[in-house]
C-alpha cells in the first residue's frame, strides 16, 4: 500500500468514525427528547390539558382498585397512549417488570424511531409508585 493510500484510508476511517458518533449523538438527542415527552405524557392525567383533553392517562388510581388485572391494563393504556401522542416511535412494546417493592410498578417501554433514517431501538425504564407519578429514565 502507498503512503497516500494509507492516508485516503485514515481519512475514510476517521470520517466513518466521525459519522458515527454524530450518528450516536442524534440517536441519544432523540431517547433524550423522548424519554422527556414521556415523562410529561405519562404525568399528565386526561383532562388536564385544556386544549387537547385526551391528552395523557386515565387516572391511575382508578386501576388500582381492579388489581391484579391493573398491571395489563396499566400496560395497554401506557402503550395506547405513547402510541397516540409520541409520532418519533413505532413499534412500541410495554413490558411489566416485577421487583421487588409491591408498591411500585416497574415497566420497560422499548420501540424503533419512526424516522427512517434513525437505526436501533429506544429503551426506557418507567417506575409508578404509589402516588401514581410516573419517573422515565
Partial sequence: MVVGEEAALGRGLLS??????????????????VAEHLRVLLNTRQGDAAT???FGLVDITDLVHSFPMSVQTLQAVIRSTILDY??????????HVPEGDPLVLNFEITAQPAEKS????LRFRTQVNASGKISVR
Avoid at 16 to 33: C, F, G, K, Q, Y
Fill in 16 to 33: 466513518r468514525i466521525a459519522a458515527d458518533a454524530r450518528s450516536e449523538s442524534v440517536d441519544n438527542s432523540l431517547a433524550t427528547s
Fill in 118 to 121: 434513525e437505526h436501533g431501538f
Fill in 52 to 54: 387537547v383533553p385526551s
Fill in 86 to 95: 409520541e409520532p418519533r416511535i413505532k413499534n412500541v412494546v410495554v413490558r
